[in-house]
């Protein structure tokens, strides 16, 4: 009953709220200016206002619920939905009128919704004389959540270094495991925190590298953390046949994909490969796209027959793509109904809560995968749970990050999200991939939860010690995070030294979303 109310209250805010925002840039529009038009705006935009702040409240309120979480004891899931409720609405027009008083643009609150508009109302009665119905936010109420996220972050990722707010992860390759050398280096260089890739080597090599890392902090007099990624069920090509070894994949090509056995071709489709979950080619429909080694081919399912499916290529990079074992398949569009959790990862799970200071969690979707994760760790016999890292890979995981962040938050883990940002763009597409980064950061902001920005960070330098242009401006924005990943490569020494200095100039310029006015020298 008490729901009922509050949906039907809800509906008429929210219809008062629309017919103030029309109603008030009507009247910003047609009024000549005179004496009185700036109080008389602040006047209308106050009351537009108050009725945004109602809506917000009461819409976060309903959105708490649905998450499952009180607002009390969980400050960071509290303003997110406020967040999620405030950024339902087109807020342009008010932008621009507000910025014309001279006041916030409300485009810098994700740590802040209500005091924001708190403080924005507060000088909205000063200028239009009137009393105000909230007071005015404290300096440090103001600021808590900036506060907030940076305790997160010390919890969960360790401490940043006195020159930056930003860390620096390295992904260590087999060979850190027999040479400790290498892993001093890079902490010496600016290292804060070593990814181990459960995928790759075995528990011994896991081990000897944890060791090192251990070895390597106590020898720079500093902490580094150690995360280890579990692999999760990672969809790859298997054994592969064409009727020429050196013939490549062209749009127009068909592929057949098979769930078991050895792969076979014929006239209709030339090439074939087997798949490593062999459940996958049964769940595929027509019209479902195919994606192969982060994007590099493009196909479409053209019809399913048992255990074999065949794929119509119809983008290719390049000069066509040789069709090889091993290499990672997305489907963005077929419901998996993978668990998270493999069996290989409940093996790993034994290593990786005696080496790791965070878990990074691959194929993470769903709230309940959060309570998957835990009864594992249960089984293990864990005395102090390890942070835990959501790796953003699937359009899934992108939906449900607010229900993620609140169960983690429920559960009172140290909790961070890795924008794995080569199977999300394979996933949703190249092109909305720098649009959902950005909308990842404000929701992880809002929350209060650390984000760590992954996938072919400074890529050209690691690899080739020269680096690109484009790179170089990627690894610039990536400052807004509170973590980089840096993958192996022989030239990740320098990669770190560079991004050590462009990481700390950058934090001169900007933190998070706000400019924050450095005095400018090339001038």
Known sequence: ???????????????????????????????????????????????????????????????????????????????????????????????????????????????????????????????????????????????????????????????????????????????????????????????????INCAHDDAAAWRSMATHARQAASLVGRPLSVLMDIAGPKIRTGAVRSADKKARLHPGDAVWLVASGEPWCDDHAPFAAAVSLAEIVRRLSPGDRVRYDDGALEGVVE???????????????????????????????????????????????????????????????????????????????????????????RPEAVTNLPGLMARAAAKGWPFGVMIARGDLAAEIGFERVAEMQEELLWLCEAAGVPVIWATQVLEDLVKDGVPSRGEMTDAAMAARAECVMLNKGPAVGVAVDLLDRLLARMEGHISKKTPTLRALKSW
Do not use: W
């Open 303 to 393: 019809s399913v027959a048992g255990d074999a499916a065949i794929i119509r290529i119809v983008q290719a990079k390049g000069k066509g793509v040789k069709l090889k074992p091993e290499k990672g398949l997305n489907l963005p569009d077929t419901a998996l109904g993978l668990s998270p959790l493999t069996d290989k990862d409940h093996d790993d799970l034994t290593t990786v809560v005696e080496c790791a200071d965070m878990i990074g969690y691959s194929f993470v979707s769903r709230p309940d995968d959060i309570d998957l994760l835990e009864s594992a760790l249960t089984r293990c016999g864990v005395a102090k749970r390890p942070g835990l890292v959501a790796k953003i890979e």
């Open 1 to 195: 009953m008490e729901r009922g109310r509050a949906v039907t209250g809800l509906s008429c805010l929210r219809a008062y709220a629309c017919t103030l925002f029309i109603t008030e840039l009507d009247a910003k529009m047609t009024t000549s200016p005179d004496a009185t038009a700036p109080q008389a705006a602040a006047d209308a935009l106050m009351t537009e206002l108050a009725a945004l702040r109602t809506l917000v409240s009461v819409e976060a309120a309903d959105t708490l619920v649905q998450m499952g979480v009180s607002a009390a004891g969980h400050d960071g899931i509290a303003n997110l939905a406020h967040y999620l409720a405030l950024r339902h609405h087109d807020l342009r027009a008010l932008q621009r009128r507000l910025m014309l008083l001279g006041l916030s643009s409300l485009g810098r609150l994700e740590s802040r919704v209500l005091p924001t508009l708190d403080a924005v109302m507060s000088a909205l009665a000063v200028l239009a004389g009137r009393d105000n119905t909230v007071a005015p936010p404290t300096e440090a109420a103001f600021f808590a959540g900036e506060a907030r996220l940076a305790t997160a972050a010390d919890r969960l990722l360790g401490p940043a270094p006195d020159h930056r707010r930003c860390r620096i992860m390295v992904t260590l390759p087999g060979t850190a495991a027999e040479d400790p050398e290498m892993i001093l280096d890079l902490a010496r260089r600016g290292m804060d925190i070593v990814r």
